[in-house]
């Protein structure tokens, strides 16, 4: 079974500038998630989607980040534009379910803003 | 405010002895908790899970013990190996099994053969 993919590994821009990362989940998990991982830190979660609807986002700091599904697989999130803060893992996961909490996680995108 | 804490940063462990990983939370409604392994370059991978109504489950090696009035939960390895090296994050959710996740800082185990 393939795992969730994530790209790019990595990814090295100046502040100010825009950047987009790209996941895909397992094939038929219903639940995807994006957390943002900084140095030191646990992660944290930025939106969690359901299919290509949107569970929570309470977290994503909307001013500057946005993410989407649109067919309910793959999801895309942007960042427009970046601050040095924004430096950090950023981890997409997915599961089978909302109701199922044992999230899969790709091997993340490293963002340094510089 | 952190409400899932995992105080040590870093244990070391020799290889073959039993690794005991610590995790404190403030939330009275979390509910379910959950401990992941993360090496290196790599996205963290579920470990072992435990619901409130229990106060300990069992996997292979892996044994997480749940205190809920102290509102503690540990992670015991026996016996421990090499491979086991990795960053642990503690995990809990207030919704059940439903509930997002929050994560503790987590604690860099080496174990030394």
């Known amino acids: 079974e393939a795992g969730v993919a994530q790209s790019p590994r990595y990814k090295i821009i100046e502040k100010r500038q825009s950047v987009a990362f790209w996941c895909n989940p397992i094939?038929?998990?219903?639940?995807l998630y994006w957390y943002q991982q900084i140095l030191g830190q646990g992660p944290k979660l930025l939106i969690q989607?359901?299919?290509?609807?949107?569970?929570?986002d309470s977290q994503l700091p909307k001013d500057r980040f946005s993410a989407e599904r649109l067919k309910g697989v793959d999801s895309t999130l942007k960042i427009q534009p970046a601050k040095l803060e924004d430096s950090a893992v950023y981890l997409c996961?997915?599961?089978?379910?909302?109701?199922?909490?044992?999230?899969?996680f790709g091997p993340g995108t490293r963002l340094t803003v510089l | 405010d952190q409400q899932v804490k995992q105080n040590s940063p870093s244990l070391s462990v020799q290889e073959g002895r039993i690794s005991i990983l610590n995790c404190d939370y403030t939330?009275?409604?979390?509910?379910?908790f959950l401990w992941y392994k993360k090496y290196p370059a790599e996205g963290p991978t579920f470990l072992i899970s435990?619901?409130?109504?229990?106060d300990k489950n069992e996997d292979g090696r892996f044994t997480v013990f749940l205190n809920k009035s102290a509102k503690h939960l540990s992670l015991h390895i026996v016996p421990s190996q090499p491979g086991d090296s990795a960053v642990y994050f503690c995990?809990?959710?207030?919704?059940?099994?439903?509930?997002?996740?929050?994560f503790g800082k987590g604690t860099k185990l080496s174990v030394k053969p």
């Open positions: 996961a997915s599961s089978l379910s909302s109701s199922y909490n044992e999230q899969f």
């Open positions: 094939s038929g998990h219903a639940t």
């Open positions: 989607f359901q299919n290509n609807g949107v569970v929570d």
């Open positions: 939330n009275s409604m979390f509910d379910y």
């Open positions: 435990i619901s409130s109504i229990k």
């Open positions: 995990a809990a959710s207030a919704g059940g099994s439903q509930g997002n996740l929050i």
